[in-house]
Nanobody, 117 residues
Framework: QVQLVESGGGLVQAGGSLRLSCAAS????????MGWYRQAPGKQREMVAT???????KYADSVKGRFTISRDNAKRTVDLQMNMLKPEDTANYYC???????????WGQGTLVTVSS
């Protein structure tokens, strides 16, 4: 089974930027959908951005225009560039793998993003 490891989280001021990276232990070229999800304290995990094997992207309304997801099958990575960060973006961010294109079946351990006001 593929293992996912996230990196890049940290503390940033509102308006700042962070880049998250998800590294897969095996090839992801045939995986239908890879994505980033987040979970804030007391809230359900939600989709932030996804990207399919053919490059189609989808974003949550709350991050459109600020976040960009990218996928490099050769490097087995999926990155999330986050700009103009807001305090409400504070959460644990998880990389997810969806062979069937639906809710992820494999998760990374998560990386914490904290945005201060």
């Amino acid at each position: 089974q593929v293992q996912l490891v996230e990196s890049g989280g940290g503390l940033v001021q509102a308006g700042g930027s962070l880049r998250l990276s998800c590294a897969a232990s095996r090839s992801i070229s045939s995986i239908h959908t890879m994505g980033w999800y987040r979970q804030a304290p007391g809230k359900q995990r939600e989709m932030v951005a996804t990207i399919t094997s053919y490059g189609a992207t989808k974003y949550a309304d709350s991050v459109k225009g600020r976040f960009t997801i990218s996928r490099d099958n050769a490097k087995r990575t999926v990155d999330l560039q986050m700009n103009m960060l807001k305090p409400e973006d504070t959460a644990n961010y998880y990389c997810g793998l969806s062979p069937g294109g639906r809710w992820p079946e494999v998760w990374g351990q998560g990386t914490l993003v904290t945005v201060s006001s």
